[in-house]
């Protein structure tokens, strides 16, 4: 955690799991004040790495809602000590507790209702939760992701077993279609690591959920990355389209690309085109999100960015965006940005602060961070999302 984000408790909070529950431990700090302490977090770990923050970070934009902002939850099944059966989320602090939650405000309402209909067929079916500690039972997690405009509504059980071993599928199918999911899936994942998703199996539906971003339809099927709050993805597209505009960039490289997000608003301005991800399914989607938008200068490549980094490769552009995980850039990444004489900017999305600064420390040696800019990702929790703007010195 970035100095300075450490929860200050108040009397507000808005939901009854709160202190309990791990998911939004600064609900009970009014909301402009949560967007100052993170201002002053990205400030402050800026200014002890060297740079000028008050020259280069911009204001934080805030979420548009506060709360039902996010576009998935991932409920994990456990059975309590008094053996019930729960399906909720984990308690703070804890990884071997979870509670049994009633509503999660974070969500629209449907994802309670699915939870509930996933809960008594798991009861119902006799259904064992998994057990991570004996590597025993069946149903792992349950995700709900959709669409801002609620059209869309994919469910996937993840579960030790395939969709025709288990009891009672086709009522649950059924009561899902009800409350209007879309897309049902079953995970498969027999392995022992504890993880929300498998192997996917299309059990019912479309198959994916659709998001609409400044004029980019976009279909993300059950394994793909998207960003988790609509309107800041929103608000970071437009972030990284002027940083392409200002830079005039005509080739663009898009490291750790998903399903396209970036790249194919890229590809409205940009002369090509080039996206690198890691997961399968996610170049699968973003080759078919460009024909669905009728995006003919886009390429995909499946890939771990660090195997596309070639001095070679990397000389064909101008512009590098980068969005990877939480652990930041790959240390050859990182290197081949540093090393290459052609790319005149890079824009770094990071979902992780400190690591975003790390990497911003060893960019500064070839390029000068122009700004940063914070989005408030995550409202009623410390986390949120910067995307840095770096010119060649």
């Given at each position: 955690?970035?100095?300075?984000?450490?929860?200050?408790?108040?009397?507000?909070?808005?939901?009854?799991?709160?202190?309990?529950?791990?998911?939004?431990?600064?609900?009970?700090?009014p909301?402009?004040?949560?967007?100052?302490?993170?201002?002053?977090?990205?400030?402050?770990?800026?200014?002890?790495?060297?740079?000028?923050?008050?020259?280069?970070?911009?204001?934080?934009?805030?979420?548009?809602?506060?709360?039902?902002?996010?576009?998935?939850?991932?409920?994990?099944?456990?059975?309590?000590?008094?053996r019930?059966?729960g399906?909720?989320?984990?308690?703070?602090?804890?990884?071997?507790?979870?509670?049994?939650?009633?509503?999660?405000?974070?969500?629209?309402?449907?994802?309670?209702?699915?939870?509930?209909?996933?809960?008594?067929?798991?009861?119902?079916?006799?259904?064992?939760?998994?057990?991570?500690?004996?590597?025993?039972?069946?149903?792992?997690?349950?995700?709900?992701?959709?669409?801002?405009?609620?059209?869309?509504?994919?469910?996937?059980?993840?579960?030790?077993?395939?969709?025709?071993?288990?009891?009672?599928?086709d009522?649950?199918?059924?009561?899902?279609?009800?409350?209007?999911?879309?897309?049902?899936?079953?995970?498969?994942?027999?392995?022992?690591?504890?993880?929300?998703?498998?192997?996917?199996?299309?059990?019912?539906?479309?198959?994916?959920?659709?998001?609409?971003?400044?004029?980019?339809?976009?279909?993300?099927?059950?394994?793909?990355?998207f960003?988790?709050?609509?309107?800041?993805?929103?608000?970071?597209?437009?972030?990284?389209?002027?940083?392409?505009?200002?830079?005039?960039?005509?080739?663009?490289?898009?490291l750790?690309?998903?399903?396209?997000?970036?790249?194919?608003?890229?590809?409205?301005?940009?002369?090509?085109?080039?996206?690198?991800?890691?997961?399968?399914?996610?170049?699968?989607?973003a080759?078919?999100?460009?024909?669905?938008?009728?995006?003919?200068?886009?390429?995909?490549?499946?890939?771990?960015?660090?195997?596309?980094?070639?001095?070679?490769?990397?000389?064909?552009?101008?512009?590098?965006?980068?969005?990877?995980?939480?652990?930041?850039?790959?240390?050859?990444?990182?290197?081949?940005?540093?090393?290459?004489?052609?790319?005149?900017?890079?824009?770094?999305?990071?979902?992780?602060?400190?690591?975003?600064?790390?990497?911003?420390?060893?960019?500064s040696?070839?390029?000068?961070?122009?700004?940063?800019?914070?989005?408030?990702?995550?409202?009623?929790?410390?986390?949120?999302?910067?995307?840095?703007?770096?010119?060649?010195?």
């Amino acid at each position: 955690m970035i100095s300075g984000m450490e929860n200050k408790p108040s009397c507000m909070h808005f939901c009854e799991h709160f202190n309990r529950c791990g998911g939004c431990s600064f609900q009970d700090v009014p909301y402009e004040a949560q967007l100052s302490r993170k201002q002053e977090a990205i400030e402050a770990a800026l200014e002890a790495t060297g740079f000028d923050a008050r020259r280069t970070v911009k204001r934080i934009i805030p979420s548009q809602n506060t709360t039902g902002y996010r576009n998935r939850m991932d409920f994990v099944s456990f059975s309590s000590t008094d053996r019930k059966t729960g399906l909720g989320l984990r308690e703070r602090g804890s990884w071997k507790k979870c509670i049994d939650i009633k509503r999660c405000h974070l969500m629209a309402g449907w994802q309670d209702e699915a939870r509930t209909v996933i809960k008594e067929w798991q009861i119902k079916s006799n259904i064992p939760s998994w057990d991570p500690y004996s590597h025993t039972g069946i149903l792992r997690y349950a995700v709900c992701r959709d669409s801002s405009d609620g059209k869309s509504k994919m469910v996937s059980i993840v579960c030790a077993k395939g969709k025709e071993e288990l009891e009672g599928i086709d009522g649950l199918n059924s009561k899902l279609r009800s409350i209007g999911v879309t897309s049902f899936f079953v995970q498969k994942n027999e392995g022992w690591s504890d993880v929300s998703n498998g192997e996917p199996q299309l059990f019912d539906g479309e198959g994916f959920v659709t998001e609409t971003i400044e004029g980019v339809s976009y279909r993300v099927g059950p394994l793909c990355f998207f960003q988790p709050n609509p309107s800041i993805g929103r608000e970071m597209v437009r972030t990284v389209k002027e940083a392409l505009a200002s830079s005039d960039s005509k080739d663009v490289l898009d490291l750790y690309c998903g399903v396209g997000l970036f790249s194919l608003a890229a590809a409205k301005t940009a002369k090509n085109v080039t996206g690198v991800e890691i997961i399968g399914e996610s170049i699968i989607f973003a080759k078919a999100n460009a024909d669905l938008n009728k995006i003919s200068n886009a390429t995909f490549i499946t890939n771990p960015a660090e195997k596309n980094i070639s001095r070679d490769f990397i000389s064909r552009f101008d512009t590098v965006i980068v969005d990877p995980p939480r652990s930041g850039l790959h240390a050859d990444v990182l290197a081949a940005l540093c090393n290459s004489a052609n790319i005149k900017t890079v824009i770094y999305s990071s979902c992780n602060p400190l690591k975003f600064v790390n990497d911003a420390a060893a960019l500064s040696l070839n390029f000068e961070l122009e700004y940063a800019q914070p989005l408030d990702m995550f409202p009623h929790t410390p986390h949120f999302e910067v995307i840095g703007v770096f010119k060649k010195r």
